[in-house]
Every structure is written in structure tokens, then in C-alpha cells.
């Protein structure tokens, strides 16, 4: 059964220093969304991507965030000076046709540590 | 603002029992509902997803039903099992976030007993 990957699982980073973490949705789906979830708190939604642009970003998703489909299978997401409070787990998650109405597909996630 | 609430925040039962959980939304203007397990530690897996229109869904062992007007679903697991155990979410999508915006209430973690 198609399912959402993403790499790394683990990711442990300086404050300040960059980083990427990179999802591939499933194959046929075209809306593309990450989320994030803090220890001990609830899944917060962060940005969603269609047709090669952002469709809705979340008032977390500020200026030191971006993404990126940089081919036909990645999706990225970069925090470009991380901070102790960006420490979180890092769900990408996908949807298959045109409209953000369908079941979304989320993938293992990954746990990222600012120190 | 949407507000997405989950009771209890855990449970405990006994191998075979029925249970129900619970999710309420403050906010009826809704596209759908979605539940999902979450398993410690790992990533989330979809359960079910109710649309607007309807009124339940089936998927085995488990069923969803939802309650526009009244902003409540309930996920109904019957004769459940060890394996059960995980935390169970549900999230709503609402018709003001174009983008496939999913609101999650916090979750309830389910035990089940030997």
C-alpha cells in the first residue's frame, strides 16, 4: 500500500543552524501539507502546497520557514535558524486530487531536536 | 475559532469491552471530520473520514458518526483488544481554511487490559 516517507527520522541541530526535512507524498496525490506536534501538545498545522505554490500557511509558518517541491517526488520543508522552541515532531502529510477536501495521508514523521 | 475537544483524555478497559470516544468542534461549519490513531512515538494513521453530509462511517471494528448541528463525533470500537491501545485523534477540516487546514483536538489515550 502507497504511504508517506520522510527523512530523517531523527534530527538533532544546533540553534541557528539550518535544516531540511524532506517528505515524499504518495505518488498520485497533488495537495501536500506539514504539520507539527510539540511534546505533550496538540498536532498543529503549518502549510499547505498545491500546484506548486503555498494554498494556506498557519501564523507559525513564518518568515524563517519555506517550502519546497524541488522535483517530482520531494517535498521539503526549511527552517532556516532554528530555535530550542522549533523542537518538535515534524508530520508531512498528503492528499489525492485537486481540492484540500479528501483524506489526508500522513507519514512517520520526523523528530526534530534544537540544542 | 475553531475548537477541537476530546473526553477523557484517557482510558482504561479490559480486553472484549465496547467503548466510546468522544470529540466535539465549536464550530458546525464543517467539510469533514477525520479520525486517526497515533501510536507512541510515530506518525499518525488515518482511521476514518466523515464527510459534512454524512451521518457514519464503518470500517471494520470501528465506526464514526457525527453530529453537525450539534458539533459531536464518537468512535465507537467494539470488542476491542490489546492492539487498540494507542492515542486516538480527531481533527476537523472547516470551510474557512481553503487549504486543507486540519484543526486536532488533544487526544485520547486508550489502554486496553488483558
Known amino acids: 500500500e502507497p504511504e508517506v516517507t520522510q527523512t530523517p527520522s531523527h534530527q538533532v541541530t544546533q540553534m541557528g543552524q539550518e535544516v531540511i526535512l524532506r517528505c515524499v507524498p504518495i505518488s498520485n496525490h497533488l495537495y501536500f501539507y506539514w504539520y507539527r506536534q510539540i511534546l505533550g501538545q496538540k498536532v498543529e498545522f503549518l502549510v499547505s502546497f498545491y500546484n506548486n505554490e503555498i494554498s494556506e500557511k498557519s501564523e507559525i509558518f513564518d518568515d524563517q520557514f519555506s517550502v519546497e517541491r524541488p522535483d517530482g517526488s520531494n517535498f521539503t520543508l526549511k527552517i532556516r535558524s532554528t530555535k530550542l522552541e522549533d523542537s518538535a515532531m515534524y508530520f508531512c502529510a498528503s492528499t489525492i486530487g485537486g481540492t484540500a477536501t479528501g483524506e489526508q495521508y500522513f507519514g512517520p514523521g520526523t523528530r526534530l531536536t534544537v540544542t | 475559532k475553531q475548537e477541537v475537544t476530546q473526553i477523557p483524555a484517557a482510558l482504561s478497559v479490559p480486553e472484549g469491552e465496547n467503548l466510546v470516544l468522544n470529540c466535539s468542534f465549536t464550530d458546525s461549519a464543517i467539510y469533514n471530520l477525520q479520525w486517526f490513531r497515533q501510536d507512541p512515538g510515530k506518525g499518525l494513521t488515518s482511521l476514518l473520514l466523515i464527510q459534512s453530509s454524512q451521518r457514519e462511517q464503518t470500517s471494520g471494528r470501528l465506526n464514526a458518526s457525527l453530529d453537525k448541528s450539534s458539533g459531536r463525533s464518537t468512535l465507537y470500537i467494539a470488542a476491542s483488544q490489546p492492539g487498540d491501545s494507542a492515542t486516538y485523534l480527531c481533527?476537523?477540516?472547516?470551510?474557512?481554511?481553503?487549504?486543507?487546514?486540519?484543526?486536532f483536538g488533544q487526544g485520547t489515550e486508550l489502554s486496553v487490559k488483558p
Open positions: 481533527a476537523v477540516r472547516d470551510i474557512y481554511n481553503q487549504g486543507g487546514k486540519l484543526i
